[in-house]
């Protein structure tokens, strides 16, 4: 018997820099810093992944003030830490870890994004990662909306023999669903697997698909992956299996190509350079809501 076909590999990415969003996220953006890697895994726009660092304790606000976004939704994982956000269409609130907070801007939101109050006091270890998925074209102009996710409501797939488990946030593994409804068909999982433990992640034969090691050292498909580093996959038929050399945790970000125009300009992703003029001008007229501090 032959075996079981495998994803092709494209690239293993390294860390890009650390830069800052705002005064209170101290990230990598590895779509940004990769254009290749940008065009690869559409219909994902941004992957801005905070490793864990230590905040001292203070009474000062960190985080991002008011600003707007029209186009995508924001997807904010907090694994260590807690985040609060609130928006111009009456969405908000905290989460903490193991939450996510899935914010569809859609035809257009003004929002902030702040560490939680409490944890700014207390200070700690704070680890994240937010990600931007692009809207169809059709959708992008629909009503903006906000979905707080707790931890209890993940999909949760414990692997045999005390190997690790399988987090669902969007998609499907062994059966288990995620909570997430987004506008077209993505799979977000965060897989903790322990040294010595393999496992085999099955994903649509048309999707794009991303793996960033967020801690340990892994084998994907048989190409060594450690710490901070992605591994890209073209689409293709074939698992992706991962076998872990240390403890290792993981975030799969899989979906089936929107194939549409991209346009970006800051904090507007549409299909036209019309489309971003007619926001620039919708933002300045205030038709973006309203949103104090």
Do not use: C
Not at 66 to 81: K, N, Q, S
Not at 86 to 93: E, F, K, L, R, V
Not at 147 to 154: G, K, Y
Not at 189 to 200: K, M, N, P
């Amino acid at each position: 018997m032959s075996p079981a076909p495998l994803r092709p590999l494209a690239r293993i990415y390294p860390p890009p820099p650390i830069h800052w969003v705002g005064d209170g996220f101290r990230v990598r953006g590895y779509l940004q810093a990769y254009p290749e890697l940008a065009a690869a895994m559409d219909p994902f726009l941004l992957l801005d992944y905070h490793p864990p660092h230590v905040y001292a304790p203070t009474t000062r606000r960190r985080g991002v003030g008011t600003h707007p976004h029209r186009g995508f939704e924001t997807v904010t994982l907090a694994f260590e830490g807690s985040v609060a956000h609130h928006d111009s269409a009456g969405g908000g609130g905290t989460i903490g870890p193991g939450d996510v907070q899935w914010m569809s801007a859609a035809s257009g939101v003004l929002h902030q994004e702040y560490h939680a109050a409490e944890f700014g006091r207390t200070g700690g270890t704070f680890h994240m990662a937010q990600l931007w998925v692009n809207l169809p074209a059709r959708h992008k102009m629909g009503p903006p909306s906000y979905h707080a996710i707790t931890a209890a409501e993940l999909g949760q797939v414990a692997l045999p023999d005390g190997g690790g488990h399988v987090r669902v946030l969007a998609g499907e593994f062994q059966g288990v669903q995620g909570p997430a409804r987004p506008f077209s068909p993505i799979a977000i999982q965060e897989v903790t697997l322990a040294a010595g433990h393999s496992l085999a992640l099955p994903v649509p034969e048309a999707f794009n698909a991303g793996l960033l090691v967020m801690a340990g050292v892994v084998t994907l498909n048989g190409q060594r992956v450690a710490t901070d580093e992605l591994a890209s996959f073209r689409p293709g038929p074939g698992a992706i299996t991962v076998v872990a050399e240390a403890p290792a945790r993981l975030l799969l970000l899989a979906g089936e190509p929107l194939g549409e125009p991209v346009v970006a300009y800051g904090p507007f992703v549409m299909n036209s350079v019309a489309e971003i003029e007619q926001a620039i001008a919708d933002f300045n007229a205030g038709k973006f809501g309203r949103l104090e501090g």
